[in-house]
């Protein structure tokens, strides 16, 4: 690896490698019975608002869910800086944990990365899309905006139910996407007054 290279990966990729870290060592310390997001826990362990994204339900669901951000780091890492790629990350992840508390009072508790990632994706696309017009970017909104309402029509694929052993939550995909608009069209729109 030439020194160009390492000085552009490294950067480039140390965000998701400590998503991936601190979400493996949570998994291994007690995983989503100890992290997860419980709505009758939150006021004493305000913490589990963010660790409830970061646990699963088992390893397969960690793996699978670990697998997409470095399928969506791999097609869009490079459109954001790495500060504004955490500050999305947090944005999603707080969107998702908010949007459930407030707005699906029948759900107990959540774990998982899959409503962030739904968040990275539509911030990443909207950005991009904002930036330079590409089909294949409104074809990718336009399928994660499909997925979404089917998702919120059907409750989830009862076949990735099975895969992770337990129920897809549509709603945390759909407060994720929402969020990762948001936060794209506003980072877009920075961008755009910056230049």
Sequence with gaps: MTDLTR?????R???????VALAVLLQ????????????????SEPW???????????????????AGLGIIWALF??????????????ACAAGVSLGLLCFSPDLEWYVGL??????????????QLLRRPDRMIVAL????????????????????ARLIGGAVVADAHLYGALTGA??????????????
């Design 7 to 11: 000085r552009t990966l490294c950067p």
């Design 13 to 19: 990729w140390i965000l998701p490698l400590a998503v």
């Design 28 to 43: 291994a310390a007690g995983g989503a019975e100890t992290w997860r997001l419980e709505r009758s826990l939150v006021a």
């Design 48 to 66: 589990r608002v963010a660790t409830g994204q970061l646990v699963h339900l088992g390893w397969l669901h960690l793996a699978l869910n670990l």
């Design 77 to 90: 890492g490079r459109i954001l800086s790495v500060r504004q790629w955490l500050t999305t990350i947090l």
């Design 114 to 127: 899959s409503g962030v990632l739904h968040g990275l994706l539509a911030a990443a696309a909207l950005v």
């Design 141 to 160: 909104l336009v399928g994660l905006a499909a997925k979404l309402g089917w998702e919120q029509w059907t409750g989830g694929d009862p076949a990735t």
């Design 182 to 195: 948001a936060w794209g069209g506003l980072l877009a729109l920075v961008r755009r007054s910056m230049a």
